[in-house]
Every structure is written in structure tokens, then in C-alpha cells.
């Protein structure tokens, strides 16, 4: 394993941990919460489950987390954008939204979360939502029949916010 450079509060994973009784059978559930406290699940927080936990190791923990897609092992934007393309998305267009994004973000190949940490992009093979295709989610919002210059709308929009624009 690699080390990261985030910077953990440890005191949020006690608390995680205090939550479940320190027990190795709500691993999944700690898991979770700490994905949702720091956004994906650092190696330093795992590491520190694994040892803090009884029954446990490190390896039994990155084992785990890296079992389960719901979990990521690489940061993520405070926006989460998904974009789905699922058949009935990719043959109504999610090609061109997915590029507009790309561009927007300014995205090299393989990157997944911009550089100023803001947006990370992530392919989905379908939303449940083919009739609305093609569809793209910005955290829990699901946005319908997306094109590429709706999308650059809302990321606009997101980005003036945030002060980035
Ligand atoms: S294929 Fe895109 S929502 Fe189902």
C-alpha cells in the first residue's frame, strides 16, 4: 500500500468506532461511515480500524473495502458527478455529455477527480432511470435528458458557487 497525504482527524474514526462498540462484525457499516465522513476511504483510516478493532487487521480491512465497489479508495469531489451509459443512455447521447464534462473539468485521460478537488466523474452502467436517458447525477439529484450544453450549465452554475468560475 502506498501512503496518502490527507490529513486525518483521527477523532472522527473513534467516534465511528465507538458507534459500533469497537465490534468486527459492523466492519461494513464503519466502513460507510467513514466513506461518508472524509468522502472515500483513506488508507491511513483503514489501517487504523484494522488495528483498533479486535479480530481485525489491516489487510482483513483493505481487503474488505476494496471487495465492495460501493467503496472508494481514491478521493472524491464534493460533487460526485455519474454519468450513465447504460444502452438506452449511450444511444441517446451520453457520449457527448460525457465529453463536454471531460472539458469542462478539464480532465486527462484516466482522471477521475479534478484538480481542485471539487468534481470527480464516474461512469455508470445504468441509473434505473432508462426512460429519462440519457441521465446524469450530481450527488443525489438525477438530472434527465442531459445534453452537453445542459451539463455546462449546471457545472457553470456549481462552479460560480463555489467561487471557481
Ligand atoms: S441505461 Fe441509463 S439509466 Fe438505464
Given at each position: 500500500m502506498t501512503g496518502t497525504t490527507t490529513q486525518?482527524?483521527?477523532?472522527?474514526?473513534?467516534?465511528?468506532l465507538e458507534k459500533y462498540e469497537y465490534k468486527k462484525s459492523?466492519?461494513?457499516a464503519m466502513l460507510q461511515n467513514v466513506?461518508?465522513?472524509?468522502?472515500y476511504l483513506p488508507e491511513e483510516a483503514m489501517t487504523y480500524i484494522g488495528e483498533k478493532v479486535d479480530g481485525l487487521s489491516?489487510?482483513?480491512?483493505?481487503?474488505v473495502a476494496t471487495f465492495y465497489a460501493q467503496f472508494s479508495l481514491e478521493p472524491k469531489g464534493k460533487y460526485e458527478i455519474r454519468v450513465c451509459d447504460g444502452t438506452a443512455c449511450h444511444v441517446r447521447g451520453s457520449m457527448p455529455v460525457?465529453?463536454?464534462?471531460?472539458?469542462?473539468?478539464?480532465?486527462?485521460?484516466?482522471q477521475k477527480t479534478c484538480d481542485n478537488g471539487l468534481f470527480s466523474l464516474e461512469?455508470?452502467?445504468?441509473?434505473?432511470?432508462?426512460?429519462?436517458?440519457?441521465?446524469c447525477m450530481v450527488n443525489d439529484k438525477v438530472y434527465p435528458?442531459?445534453?452537453?450544453?445542459?451539463?455546462?450549465?449546471?457545472?457553470?452554475t456549481l462552479m460560480k458557487e463555489e467561487g471557481v468560475a
Open positions: 486525518i482527524d483521527f477523532r472522527e474514526i473513534d467516534k465511528i459492523y466492519l461494513i466513506q461518508e465522513v472524509f468522502r489491516p489487510a482483513t480491512v483493505y481487503g460525457l465529453n463536454a464534462i471531460k472539458n469542462k473539468l478539464k480532465l486527462k485521460e484516466g461512469i455508470v452502467s445504468c441509473l434505473g432511470a432508462c426512460g429519462l436517458a440519457p441521465v435528458q442531459m445534453t452537453s450544453d445542459a451539463i455546462s450549465v449546471i457545472l457553470d
